[in-house]
């Protein structure tokens, strides 16, 4: 399963990516809206640390789409353009795809839209199980759905959960087969985390010093 984290902030792509577990970013409008630095320099720099970096468009319109989707692609070879979920997006990824030029697929939330995003010719389709969550629907019950169809039609689009809310859904989307698994900064920072372990190294230590102090 490949993790990626989900952020605009550079410095905290270094910090993670120094574990050596990281295998991806993905930003969105928002989250480069957050930390309020110059787009193009935030992915270039994230290039530098991680292979995958989704780079979302913002143009609404497959021909717009398609121009700031090429010109993404030119800035690194890492850059993955990011395409929402439309008719119009679905037309972009069709021209991405002859293109070669890797895409994902963002803001899916349903297994229709997945099926769609895939025949397009998507790289990674992105659904988004938090913000079913928050309205009181199952969101890795969509994730189980899309394995399931997936097993069916063995399509080549990776499946990349997103909205992730605690490491809870990172479990579950790797019980699920789910290729990729994109995960906020605070959430990631829990990962290496258990308070056995704390308790078990303390123990150790103290054990260590008695014999050689
Ligand atoms: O990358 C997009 C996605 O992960 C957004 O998450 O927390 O805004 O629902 P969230």
């Avoid at 997103?162 to 699920?176: K, N």
Wanted: proline share 3%.
């Amino acid at each position: 399963m490949q993790l990626f984290l989900d952020t605009a902030n550079v410095d905290y792509v270094k910090e993670i990516s120094s574990w050596g577990v990281l295998d991806g970013v993905t930003t969105n409008p928002s989250l480069v809206a957050k930390e309020g630095k110059d787009f193009k320099q935030t992915v270039l720099a994230m290039c530098e640390y991680v292979p995958n970096v989704s780079a979302q468009v913002t143009a609404e319109d497959t021909d717009g789409m398609i121009k700031q989707g090429e010109e993404y692609a030119e800035w690194h070879k890492n850059i993955v353009v990011k395409v929402p979920m439309t008719t119009e997006g679905l037309k972009a990824l069709t021209h991405f795809k002859k293109k070669k030029i890797r895409t994902n697929t963002t803001l899916i939330f349903s297994v229709a839209q997945a099926i769609l995003a895939a025949k397009a010719g998507a790289t990674i389709i992105s659904p988004f199980i938090g913000r079913l969550d928050d309205q009181g629907e199952d969101g890795m019950r969509l994730i189980e759905d899309i394995m399931d169809v997936w097993t069916q039609y063995g399509f080549e689009t990776q499946v990349l959960v997103a909205s992730t809310r605690h490491p809870r859904h990172i479990v579950d989307a790797a019980r699920l087969g789910a290729h990729i698994c994109t995960i906020p900064y605070d959430v990631f920072k829990k990962l290496p985390n258990h308070t056995l372990t704390d308790v078990g190294l303390k123990k150790f230590m103290e054990d260590w010093r008695k014999v050689t102090s």
